[in-house]
């Protein structure tokens, strides 16, 4: 997912790890996701994802919905703060 202003870059990458790519410079830094599979909310690399399947960023760039298939739930991640919340998820 690309932020409105094509500043920043945010990609789901191998093992559950999220990561923040700075466009201009091309520093890449790790937002969350500790490189386990699972359904940890948590801040940074505390959150624990199964298997992120699609990203979307708000307009201002101050959060990011992660769609995470392997637990059929959508992830709000804060990209301030780094903190990772359930927001929805489907029932049994």
Do not use: H, Y
Request: net charge negative.
């Amino acid at each position: 997912a690309l932020t409105s202003d094509d500043a920043t870059l945010f990609v789901a990458s191998g093992g559950g790890v999220l990561r923040q790519i700075d466009v201009a410079t091309k520093v890449v830094t790790t937002l969350a996701g500790g490189g386990a599979a699972g359904s940890t909310d948590g801040t940074g690399t505390n959150a624990v994802f199964g298997s992120m399947w699609s990203l979307a960023v708000t307009v201002g760039g101050a959060e990011l919905f992660v769609a995470d298939q392997g637990l059929d739930r959508i992830r709000q991640v804060n990209v301030a703060t780094a903190t990772v919340t359930a927001m929805a998820m489907s029932k049994p």
